[in-house]
Protein backbone atom coordinates (compact mmCIF):
# COMPACT_ATOMS: atom_id res chain seq x y z
CA UNK A 1 0.00 0.00 0.00
CA UNK A 2 0.85 3.74 0.27
CA UNK A 3 3.08 4.95 3.27
CA UNK A 4 5.34 7.56 4.31
CA UNK A 5 8.22 6.73 6.17
CA UNK A 6 10.06 9.73 7.77
CA UNK A 7 13.56 9.34 10.20
CA UNK A 8 12.64 9.72 13.99
CA UNK A 9 13.21 12.29 16.03
CA UNK A 10 13.08 14.66 18.09
CA UNK A 11 15.77 16.15 16.24
CA UNK A 12 17.71 19.13 18.29
CA UNK A 13 19.83 21.70 16.48
CA UNK A 14 21.78 25.06 17.06
CA UNK A 15 20.76 27.99 15.36
CA UNK A 16 22.23 28.59 11.71
CA UNK A 17 22.81 24.15 11.44
CA UNK A 18 22.01 22.82 8.79
CA UNK A 19 19.09 20.86 8.54
CA UNK A 20 17.82 17.53 6.71
CA UNK A 21 14.81 15.61 7.58
CA UNK A 22 14.78 12.32 5.72
CA UNK A 23 11.39 10.85 4.12
CA UNK A 24 10.69 8.05 2.08
CA UNK A 25 7.94 6.55 0.02
CA UNK A 26 6.08 3.22 -0.92
CA UNK A 27 3.15 4.18 -3.40
CA UNK A 28 1.90 3.03 -6.66
CA UNK A 29 2.55 5.65 -9.57
CA UNK A 30 3.90 8.62 -9.05
CA UNK A 31 2.05 10.68 -6.21
CA UNK A 32 2.53 14.32 -5.20
CA UNK A 33 4.67 14.69 -2.41
CA UNK A 34 4.61 17.56 0.34
CA UNK A 35 6.16 18.55 3.54
CA UNK A 36 3.23 20.08 6.19
CA UNK A 37 4.94 22.03 9.15
CA UNK A 38 3.01 22.08 12.45
CA UNK A 39 4.14 24.86 14.77
CA UNK A 40 3.53 24.53 18.69
CA UNK A 41 -0.84 24.58 19.13
CA UNK A 42 -1.66 25.49 15.51
CA UNK A 43 -2.46 23.03 12.74
CA UNK A 44 -0.91 22.26 9.73
CA UNK A 45 0.49 24.14 7.37
CA UNK A 46 1.51 23.07 3.82
CA UNK A 47 5.04 23.85 3.46
CA UNK A 48 6.16 23.14 0.23
CA UNK A 49 5.49 20.33 -2.20
CA UNK A 50 6.65 18.63 -5.57
CA UNK A 51 3.99 16.84 -8.19
CA UNK A 52 6.47 15.15 -10.31
CA UNK A 53 9.78 13.11 -10.29
CA UNK A 54 12.97 15.51 -9.97
CA UNK A 55 10.56 18.62 -8.95
CA UNK A 56 12.10 20.82 -5.81
CA UNK A 57 10.01 22.25 -3.62
CA UNK A 58 10.85 25.15 -2.05
CA UNK A 59 9.63 28.27 0.67
CA UNK A 60 11.09 30.09 3.60
CA UNK A 61 14.29 28.30 2.90
CA UNK A 62 13.32 24.70 3.34
CA UNK A 63 13.72 22.39 -0.07
CA UNK A 64 12.89 19.09 -0.81
CA UNK A 65 13.38 17.27 -4.13
CA UNK A 66 11.45 14.16 -5.35
CA UNK A 67 14.04 11.36 -5.86
CA UNK A 68 12.06 8.74 -7.93
CA UNK A 69 15.15 6.36 -8.11
CA UNK A 70 14.84 6.51 -4.36
CA UNK A 71 11.48 6.89 -3.73
CA UNK A 72 12.65 10.16 -1.10
CA UNK A 73 11.52 13.35 -0.43
CA UNK A 74 14.04 14.30 2.41
CA UNK A 75 13.63 18.10 4.11
CA UNK A 76 16.53 20.68 3.91
CA UNK A 77 17.48 23.76 5.24
CA UNK A 78 20.89 25.37 5.27
CA UNK A 79 20.72 27.67 8.35
CA UNK A 80 18.08 27.19 10.94
CA UNK A 81 16.12 29.44 13.12
CA UNK A 82 14.72 29.28 16.59
CA UNK A 83 11.66 29.84 14.95
CA UNK A 84 11.81 26.85 12.77
CA UNK A 85 10.90 24.74 15.80
CA UNK A 86 7.83 23.06 15.09
CA UNK A 87 7.42 19.52 14.25
CA UNK A 88 7.67 18.32 10.35
CA UNK A 89 5.24 15.74 8.60
CA UNK A 90 6.13 14.21 5.17
CA UNK A 91 2.81 13.07 3.14
CA UNK A 92 1.71 11.27 -0.31
CA UNK A 93 -1.48 12.27 -1.61
CA UNK A 94 -3.07 9.03 -2.74
CA UNK A 95 -6.18 8.52 -5.65
CA UNK A 96 -8.72 5.93 -4.13
CA UNK A 97 -11.84 5.23 -5.84
CA UNK A 98 -12.05 8.71 -6.89
CA UNK A 99 -10.70 10.15 -4.37
CA UNK A 100 -7.77 11.87 -3.30
CA UNK A 101 -6.56 12.17 0.41
CA UNK A 102 -3.25 12.62 1.86
CA UNK A 103 -1.25 9.99 3.84
CA UNK A 104 1.12 11.42 6.86
CA UNK A 105 4.82 10.40 8.18
CA UNK A 106 4.65 10.18 11.70
CA UNK A 107 6.08 13.29 12.45
CA UNK A 108 9.60 14.41 13.65
CA UNK A 109 10.28 17.27 15.95
CA UNK A 110 12.70 19.78 15.72
CA UNK A 111 14.05 21.75 18.54
CA UNK A 112 16.31 24.88 17.28
CA UNK A 113 17.99 26.25 20.04
CA UNK A 114 19.96 29.95 20.39
CA UNK B 1 -4.63 32.03 9.98
CA UNK B 2 -5.59 28.73 7.42
CA UNK B 3 -9.41 30.42 7.18
CA UNK B 4 -10.58 26.92 8.48
CA UNK B 5 -12.50 27.42 11.52
CA UNK B 6 -12.99 24.48 14.62
CA UNK B 7 -15.09 24.59 17.62
CA UNK B 8 -14.47 24.16 20.37
CA UNK B 9 -11.14 24.84 21.10
CA UNK B 10 -10.89 22.34 24.06
CA UNK B 11 -12.96 19.50 25.34
CA UNK B 12 -12.94 17.60 28.73
CA UNK B 13 -15.78 14.55 28.91
CA UNK B 14 -16.13 11.41 30.41
CA UNK B 15 -15.74 8.39 29.16
CA UNK B 16 -19.12 7.23 27.68
CA UNK B 17 -20.34 10.37 26.61
CA UNK B 18 -21.28 11.97 23.19
CA UNK B 19 -19.23 15.35 21.85
CA UNK B 20 -20.12 16.90 18.91
CA UNK B 21 -16.64 18.37 17.24
CA UNK B 22 -17.60 21.52 14.55
CA UNK B 23 -15.48 22.43 11.57
CA UNK B 24 -16.10 25.78 9.49
CA UNK B 25 -13.84 25.27 5.92
CA UNK B 26 -12.30 28.26 3.94
CA UNK B 27 -14.83 30.43 2.04
CA UNK B 28 -15.65 28.58 -1.22
CA UNK B 29 -14.01 24.98 -0.01
CA UNK B 30 -16.65 22.47 -1.34
CA UNK B 31 -14.39 19.42 0.71
CA UNK B 32 -13.61 18.74 4.40
CA UNK B 33 -11.79 16.44 5.88
CA UNK B 34 -10.99 14.79 9.40
CA UNK B 35 -8.00 13.90 10.95
CA UNK B 36 -7.01 12.43 14.10
CA UNK B 37 -3.78 13.32 15.73
CA UNK B 38 -2.45 11.03 18.69
CA UNK B 39 1.01 10.45 20.27
CA UNK B 40 1.05 6.45 19.72
CA UNK B 41 -1.13 6.85 16.20
CA UNK B 42 0.42 10.08 14.70
CA UNK B 43 -1.80 11.52 12.32
CA UNK B 44 -4.99 9.36 11.07
CA UNK B 45 -7.68 10.79 7.90
CA UNK B 46 -10.92 9.63 9.50
CA UNK B 47 -13.34 10.83 6.53
CA UNK B 48 -14.12 13.15 3.46
CA UNK B 49 -17.16 14.97 2.69
CA UNK B 50 -17.66 16.77 -0.64
CA UNK B 51 -20.22 19.26 -0.99
CA UNK B 52 -22.81 17.89 1.70
CA UNK B 53 -21.71 13.65 0.61
CA UNK B 54 -19.04 11.73 1.74
CA UNK B 55 -16.08 10.87 -0.50
CA UNK B 56 -13.57 8.96 1.00
CA UNK B 57 -13.06 7.00 4.70
CA UNK B 58 -10.31 6.04 6.65
CA UNK B 59 -9.89 4.87 10.07
CA UNK B 60 -12.99 6.10 11.40
CA UNK B 61 -14.65 3.95 14.24
CA UNK B 62 -18.08 3.06 13.78
CA UNK B 63 -18.56 5.20 16.67
CA UNK B 64 -18.00 7.81 15.04
CA UNK B 65 -19.86 9.64 12.22
CA UNK B 66 -19.58 12.98 10.41
CA UNK B 67 -21.65 15.17 8.06
CA UNK B 68 -21.37 18.22 6.17
CA UNK B 69 -24.04 20.66 5.93
CA UNK B 70 -25.87 22.85 3.36
CA UNK B 71 -23.55 25.24 4.42
CA UNK B 72 -20.64 23.35 4.19
CA UNK B 73 -20.21 23.36 7.75
CA UNK B 74 -19.47 19.77 8.89
CA UNK B 75 -19.63 18.25 12.27
CA UNK B 76 -18.01 15.26 13.71
CA UNK B 77 -19.71 13.23 16.46
CA UNK B 78 -18.14 10.38 18.42
CA UNK B 79 -19.85 8.17 20.62
CA UNK B 80 -19.33 6.26 23.81
CA UNK B 81 -15.61 7.42 24.26
CA UNK B 82 -13.52 5.74 25.38
CA UNK B 83 -10.11 6.85 27.02
CA UNK B 84 -8.25 5.90 23.96
CA UNK B 85 -10.33 8.25 22.21
CA UNK B 86 -8.30 11.25 23.71
CA UNK B 87 -6.46 13.47 20.72
CA UNK B 88 -6.38 16.08 18.68
CA UNK B 89 -9.36 16.09 16.16
CA UNK B 90 -8.29 18.74 12.68
CA UNK B 91 -10.39 19.35 9.66
CA UNK B 92 -9.03 20.57 6.48
CA UNK B 93 -10.45 22.24 3.56
CA UNK B 94 -10.19 22.12 -0.05
CA UNK B 95 -11.89 23.95 -3.04
CA UNK B 96 -12.54 21.02 -4.68
CA UNK B 97 -12.25 17.10 -3.50
CA UNK B 98 -8.76 17.05 -5.95
CA UNK B 99 -6.55 19.43 -5.32
CA UNK B 100 -3.14 19.43 -3.87
CA UNK B 101 -3.14 21.91 -1.09
CA UNK B 102 -5.49 21.26 2.68
CA UNK B 103 -5.77 23.69 4.87
CA UNK B 104 -5.95 22.64 8.31
CA UNK B 105 -8.05 24.21 10.82
CA UNK B 106 -6.12 24.56 14.54
CA UNK B 107 -8.05 21.74 16.05
CA UNK B 108 -9.88 20.66 18.77
CA UNK B 109 -8.01 18.72 21.66
CA UNK B 110 -10.43 16.45 23.14
CA UNK B 111 -9.88 14.82 26.66
CA UNK B 112 -11.51 11.47 27.90
CA UNK B 113 -10.93 11.28 31.58
Known amino acids: GNSVTQMEGPVTLSEEAFLTINCTYTATGYPSLFWYVQYPGEGLQLLLKATKADDKGSNKGFEATYRKETTSFHLEKGSVQVSDSAVYFC?????????????FGKGTKLTVNP | DSGVTQTPKHLITATGQRVTLRCSPRSGDLSVYWYQQSLDQGLQFLIQYYNGEERAKGNILERFSAQQFPDLHSELNLSSLELGDSALYFC????????????FGPGTRLTVL
Open chain 2, 92 to 103: ASTETGTTDTQY
Open chain 1, 91 to 103: ALKRTQGGSEKLV
